[in-house]
Nanobody, 123 residues
Framework: QVHLVESGGGLVQAGGSLRLSCAAS????????MGWFRRAPGKEREFVAA????????YYADSVKGRFTISRDNAKNTVYLQMNNLTPEDTAVYYC????????????????WGQGTQVTVSS
């Protein structure tokens, strides 16, 4: 089973930036779509972004499009989420997850999840 560990979360002021990292071990994730999801307090988990194995195709939720960028470094077995122009509405626990060999935004199609990293954006 792949082990995913997120890092890079923290407290940032509105308008600031953070870069989240998701390091995978135990399995090479190069062949799989990788996704970022988030859960805000009192809300359902929601899709944020995904990237296919080649890195050429990316997908974003409308709420983050233009502000967030997902990328991957298969040589390092790592996925990143660059978050710019953060707002308090971005406050949530962010999770990375391994999906399938094809793209989907359905969280039920992602079988392996990290423990999450907290992102808090102050106003």
């Amino acid at each position: 089973q792949v082990h995913l560990v997120e890092s890079g979360g923290g407290l940032v002021q509105a308008g600031g930036s953070l870069r989240l990292s998701c390091a995978a071990s135990g399995r090479n994730i190069s062949r799989y779509t990788m996704g970022w999801f988030r859960r805000a307090p009192g809300k359902e988990r929601e899709f944020v972004a995904a990237i296919t194995w080649s890195g050429a195709s990316t997908y974003y939720a409308d709420s983050v499009k233009g502000r967030f960028t997902i990328s991957r470094d298969n040589a390092k077995n790592t996925v990143y989420l660059q978050m710019n122009n953060l707002t308090p509405e971005d406050t949530a626990v962010y999770y990375c997850a391994q999906g399938l060999t094809y793209y989907t935004s359905n969280s039920r199609s992602y079988n392996y999840w990290g423990q999450g990293t907290q992102v808090t954006v102050s106003s």
